[in-house]
Antibody, heavy 118, light 109 residues
Framework: QVQLVESGGGVVQPGRSLRLSCAAS????????MHWVRQAPGKGLEWVAL????????YYADSVKGRFSISRDNSKNTQYLQMNSLRAEDTAVYYC???????????WGRGTLVTVSS | EIVLTQSPGTLSLSPGERATLSCRAS???????LAWYQKKPGQAPRLLIY???SRATGIPDRFSGSGSGTDFTLTISRLEPEDLAVYYC??????????FGGGTKVEIK
């Protein structure tokens, strides 16, 4: 079954760190670029980060640059989002999604909720 | 950064009616770079349309996309109760930043 499953969300205090994981199955993970997209409560979708299929390049939204780091382990069919120096405004559901031809996202996970609160 | 502006913010229509959703880009886009997604509460976003007008796999033919340059449209020809959702346009011109519009909420009367 072709799917993405996120994990690692939870409640964390401002300034602390959290690492999200996204496990892929049912397709050749190493053939695809992967992204993280988030949705804050009551807000719209916001692109967060991209990693190329081979992990050679990473890109970030300005709102997370310098604090978040995207990575992947193709041997484990898993990508990660390391989130440091978390802020209240990082509170959101984080979705893992698959890149198609650097044009759109065709497969999404169900998301994992990150709440940054003291 | 390319800004996408969606209108209207909310659309309230009866089942069977036609819904027309607009997405305007701050600069001209290749049609291949514009996609539409459906987002229901508690669910993952779902790809509806890519390349401005191509339906994704399994999407009913009552959903259609059109447009070019800076103006794009998602049309739902005959609204069904299950179409209650927020709809987002997205641009991805081959490299980040990737941006989404603010969304149009479709309400069923």
């Amino acid at each position: 079954q072709v799917q993405l499953v996120e994990s690692g969300g939870g409640v964390v205090q401002p300034g602390r760190s959290l690492r999200l994981s996204c496990a892929a199955s049912g397709f050749t993970f190493s053939d695809y670029g992967m992204h993280w997209v988030r949705q804050a409560p009551g807000k719209g979708l916001e692109w967060v980060a991209l990693i190329w299929h081979d992990g050679s390049s990473q890109y970030y939204a300005d709102s997370v640059k310098g604090r978040f780091s995207i990575s992947r382990d193709n041997s484990k069919n898993t990508q990660y989002l390391q989130m440091n120096s978390l802020r209240a405004e990082d509170t959101a559901v984080y979705y893992c999604t698959r890149d198609i031809r650097s044009k759109y996202f065709d497969l999404w996970g169900r998301g994992t909720l990150v709440t940054v609160s003291s | 950064e390319i800004v996408l502006t969606q209108s209207p913010g909310t659309l309230s229509l009866s089942p069977g009616e036609r819904a027309t959703l607009s997405c305007r880009a701050s600069q001209s886009l290749s049609s291949s770079s514009l996609a539409w997604y459906q987002k229901k509460p508690g669910q993952a976003p779902r790809l509806l349309i890519y390349g401005a007008s191509s339906r994704a796999t399994g999407i009913p033919d009552r959903f259609s996309g059109s447009g070019s340059g800076t103006d794009f449209t998602l049309t739902i020809s005959r609204l069904e109760p299950e179409d209650l959702a927020v709809y987002y346009c997205q641009q991805y011109v081959g490299s980040p930043p990737i941006t989404f519009g603010g969304g149009t909420k479709v309400e069923i009367k």
